[in-house]
């Protein structure tokens, strides 16, 4: 049991985490999530990503600053918004409002003022103490659920300091935490945030190094090295592999991605997650609007045929994280 002199010391710890005033980088904060990691958990998405996954279901988490978005479905075409820009950003073009990225200065001036709701930003900057008042509103359901935090993103090790802060006050207060993450990152940040974590999901997207930059913008190199260490450092790790027809999905590919992981030793479980076509309409909405693939999502046969191979290499199998 947890004597009261430790949960002030947890409470203190935090409390000097908070206080330091670090931010960061936040595009969405979901809560209740499921697929994050085990048991009712609460993702925190950090903006940027070095990668441009071209099947990206969170085209909005590439850049890492606030960016604004556009819902043409909601627009009634008033041109309101063209009126309230005093950068004269906006503009009409074949009866839509069209923005200028170079000139706005995310004032959020049409976003207050368009009446059907089609205008926002997208993400914000916060501190440790406010994402840390979000966490701690359903803790009751990790302690029931064995759940906790997940922090993704976009590559949440973009911001290491940030991250590291963000974990270093779960853990005072006794939160356990996930990071979902590309592994494309700088070897050491990768081995302090697995120091700091309780999980690290990590996805492998293509074995074949010039295909897999073909479809994210970067070779697979770092990634696998650095899947290689986290399986050396002790702490959990879960793969993860985006289902994509027509990029990922074929045999060759599956058994040579088992073949690898199955070389780890200390991985058991195999996550696979079938391709999603959200991001294909958050893209649109985008200023500066994603080159995505237009892809079919795996059909039930498929995902089940995958999940049977990986588990003939001895992988504990989950479909749809």
Known sequence: MTSTRENLVRKQAAAEVEGAGLSGHVFDIKRYAIHDGPGIRTTVFLKGCPLRCRWCHNPESWKVGPEPSLRLSRCVRCGRCVELCKEHAISNSQGRPVTDPEKC????????????????????????????????????????????????????????????????ACRAEGIRTAVDTTCHARPEAVRRIAEAADLILCDIKHMNRRRHEQYTGVDNRLILENIRMLAETGVEVIVRIPIVPGFN??????????????????????????YNRGGLEKAVRLTG?????????????TMTAIAGMLRDYGFEVKTGG
């Open 105 to 168: 200065v995310l004032c959020g001036a049409c976003v207050a003022g368009c009446p059907g709701g089609a205008r926002e930003i997208i993400g914000d900057t916060r501190t440790v103490a406010q994402v840390m008042a979000e966490v701690r509103k359903d803790v009751v359901f990790y302690d029931e659920s064995g759940g906790g935090v997940t922090f993704s993103g976009g590559e949440p090790l973009m911001q290491p300091e940030f991250l590291l802060a963000l974990l270093a």
């Open 249 to 274: 999905g074929d045999e060759p590919n599956v058994r040579q991605t088992a073949e690898f992981v199955r070389s780890l030793k200390t991985v058991r479980r195999v996550d696979i997650l079938p």
């Open 289 to 301: 609007q994603a080159d995505l693939m237009e892809a079919q999502a795996p059909d039930g046969d």
